[in-house]
């Protein structure tokens, strides 16, 4: 099995595109977005 480097960073990102909303509009549902405890990062 390969390995990943053990200076290797894993990153993410999310788009408002993709989280902001009604979650009740257009069939959207909600996601953890929408259900989530504000972190200490959230602005």
Do not use: H
Not at 17 to 34: C, H, L, P, R
């Amino acid at each position: 099995m390969k390995t990943l480097a053990k200076d290797f960073l894993w990153g993410n990102s999310v788009s408002s595109m993709q989280t902001e909303g009604a979650w009740n509009e257009g069939g959207k549902g909600m996601s953890v977005y929408d259900i989530r405890e504000p972190s200490e990062f959230a602005l």
